[in-house]
């Protein structure tokens, strides 16, 4: 089936360090890719979305592109925050349901 | 416009008790999705409803139900509850299938 796999954490950066969470899918149709982020005890939020092959999804600097030679959707950002700090979820939808990767945690330092 | 609301945001119920969870869509948003979310993990999809209708089940047994109403609202009901289903429950609306989710804040289930 349908599946997700997400770069394992935790992730720690320095203010302003450069951002890349790798994603890679599994998925016989053509799926719509995203990101979603969760911040300590809330649901989660739409980071960004692709719905076809390359496709940039792109939102608060952060970006990833459909790659589906490769069936990679990496986010990246080029500058992070203490704000960024949080729980990223790579995710797709291809039919009536949704699948998510098991969560990178990222701490940004001061 | 208001968002995904949940309610309660917090609940404890004892082993083999029967629980339901509510969810009020997104205005506008005719598909509701509920998720499982286990402590460090992602979300596992557990059903959708579109239109009053179940549109899609994930693997989940049949003591986990749910319906959808009129105005789209939805509930989940998790009857016979084990130690195993405490969790996060997300509630998520879409404007229609297969298009990006909007989730609420989710429901925190404690089983002892």
């Known amino acids: 089936g349908d599946s997700v796999t997400q770069m394992e954490g935790p992730v720690t950066l320095s203010e302003e360090a450069f951002l890349t969470i790798n994603c890679t899918y599994t998925?016989?149709?053509?799926?719509?890719l995203f990101w979603y982020v969760q911040y300590p005890g809330e649901g989660l939020q739409l980071l960004l979305k692709?719905?076809?092959?390359?496709d940039k999804g792109s939102n608060k600097g952060f970006e990833a592109t459909y790659r589906k030679e490769t069936t990679s959707f990496h986010l990246e950002k080029g500058s992070v925050q203490v704000s960024d700090s949080a729980v990223y979820f790579c995710?797709?939808?291809?039919?009536?349901?949704?699948?998510f990767g098991a969560g990178t945690r990222l701490t940004v330092k001061p | 416009e208001t968002g995904v609301t949940q309610s309660p945001t917090h609940l404890i119920k004892t082993r083999g008790q029967q629980v339901t969870l509510r969810c009020s869509s997104q205005?506008?948003?005719?598909?509701v999705s509920w998720y499982q979310q286990a402590l460090g993990q992602g979300p596992q999809f557990i059903f959708q409803?579109?239109?009053?209708?179940?549109?899609g089940r994930g693997n989940f047994p049949p003591r986990f139900s749910g319906l959808q109403f009129p105005n789209y609202s939805s509930e989940l009901n998790v009857n016979a509850l084990e130690l195993d289903d405490s969790a996060l429950y997300l509630c998520?609306?879409?404007?229609?299938?297969?298009?990006?989710?909007?989730f609420g804040q989710g429901t925190r289930l404690t089983v002892v």
């Open positions: 998520a609306s879409s404007l229609r299938v297969n298009t990006e989710a909007f």
């Open positions: 998925a016989t149709g053509y799926p719509s």
């Open positions: 692709a719905t076809k092959a390359d």
């Open positions: 995710a797709l939808s291809d039919r009536n349901d949704m699948r």
């Open positions: 205005s506008g948003h005719n598909t």
């Open positions: 409803y579109y239109r009053e209708e179940e549109n």
